[in-house]
């Protein structure tokens, strides 16, 4: 695959991403202002409801783009994410918001989309590091959006910005047409795969469904509550509060741009049990931290860790994946990740109520532990791709 057509996919996401995961640390101050809503609780329902409907949609999406073509399901990803921030930008009620969050939802997955399409260019190590740059482009919008957004809405009513930035799909459908070759998924043939392997394959998908499903739940369990449990802890004010919250997806993309992305600290076979390990532990240090210091040093194992699990999931994803159906296989795991958010920021909230702002700490450390304890246990049957030549490809 050629670093000019990874570019263009991962710049075609990020321009996704970056109104997906910008905009709802947003909708309390479009709630309150364009709808005059004050409620807190329906920010939370509002955060979730795109979540939701695409880990509903995405199975669906996976199984069209494995008949009709994985750059086609790309480019009718972004068109309907362009025409959700259209309806969100000129809602006049909040039922029309509900329903442009709803239509993003149902329409989007580029991720899953993008993720697909690089299947078909890609193949082994080198689509395991494309995934790793996906990444990459999920936790770049992560770190610009907020800022980027924050700073528009001071001359741009918060509302109005997903008018503005419904161009940016649409600039991403132009470039993947015009410089991202169509797949011939038509022309492709299934391989015939003797019934053993097949149960085999069966086994290593669940297994890496549930690793996808505890990882993601983990990960997501404290997002909700991280800012203000920080801020009580160090006194800290939101913006410091933020460069913490941040601090993890930042290391990712550290190490992602260095040269430790290939370091053996970051190679199969015990990569993910070593970063569940680590990702575990630094939820353990944060709960139980008394001054800022700890807290730092707690979010950098954090992303230390997070990196890890990432890296290591990506590579056996790859392994796994085949071209004759990866459209359902990335749509599936997307769903996956997408309910185990879901799940996680429930939990979170159920916890927290029972308990403080700490709980989600340590729900995060013990879902993660369990996962753990999965990452340990491998088939008996041997995995349908060697895994030299996964490492040759």
């Not at 990882?215 to 460069?243: C, D, E, H, K, M």
């Not at 990702?279 to 210091?293: E, G, I, N, P, R």
Request: aromatic share 12%; charged share 10%.
């Amino acid at each position: 695959m050629s670093p000019r057509l990874l570019s263009v996919i991962l710049l075609s996401h990020f321009t996704a991403a970056l109104v997906a995961l910008g905009m709802p640390p947003f909708f309390g101050l479009i709630l309150t202002d364009t709808f005059a809503i004050d409620d807190p609780r329906w920010v939370g329902w509002f955060f979730i409801l795109p979540t939701v409907c695409t880990a509903l949609a995405a199975p669906f999406w996976g199984r069209v783009a494995d008949r009709f073509g994985r750059r086609w399901s790309l480019i009718r990803a972004q068109l309907g994410l362009s025409a959700a921030f259209v309806l969100a930008g000129l809602a006049p009620s909040v039922t029309t918001f509900a329903l442009a969050l709803i239509l993003q939802g149902f329409l989007g997955g580029t991720f899953a989309a993008s993720s697909a399409y690089l299947s078909t260019v890609a193949r082994g190590q080198s689509l395991a590091h494309a995934l790793n740059w996906m990444q990459g482009s999920a936790r770049s919008a992560m770190l610009l959006a907020p800022v980027m957004f924050g700073a528009l809405i001071t001359w741009i009513p918060a509302q109005n910005l997903y008018l503005c930035m419904a161009v940016l799909p649409l600039l991403s459908v132009l470039m993947v047409w015009r410089l991202a070759p169509p797949d011939q998924i038509k022309g492709q043939h299934r391989q015939h795969t003797p019934r053993q392997n097949r149960a085999t394959a069966s086994i290593h998908w669940q297994r890496l469904a549930l690793l996808h499903f505890g990882f993601n739940f983990a990960l997501v369990a404290s997002f909700p509550y991280f800012i203000p449990w920080a801020q009580a802890l160090t006194g800290s004010n939101a913006a410091l509060a933020g460069l913490l919250y941040s601090l993890p997806h930042a290391v990712y993309l550290a190490i992602l741009i260095s040269p430790l992305r290939r370091s053996l600290l970051f190679q199969p076979p015990w990569m993910l049990t070593m970063g569940l390990a680590i990702f575990a532990l630094s939820y353990v240090t944060q709960a139980t931290a008394d001054t800022m210091a700890v807290v730092f040093v707690g979010r950098l194992a954090m992303g230390a860790g997070m990196t890890a699990c990432f890296f290591a999931l990506n590579t056996e994803t790859a392994r796994l994946t085949r071209a004759d159906n990866a459209g359902s296989h990335f749509g599936a795991l997307d769903s996956i990740g997408k309910w185990a958010g879901v799940a996680g920021g429930l939990f979170a909230g159920v916890t927290t109520g029972m308990s403080d702002q700490t709980a989600p700490l340590w729900l995060g450390a013990v879902v993660g532990l369990v996962t753990l304890t999965i990452s340990l246990y491998r088939a008996n049957t041997p995995a349908l791709e060697n895994h030299q030549r996964f490492e040759k490809e």
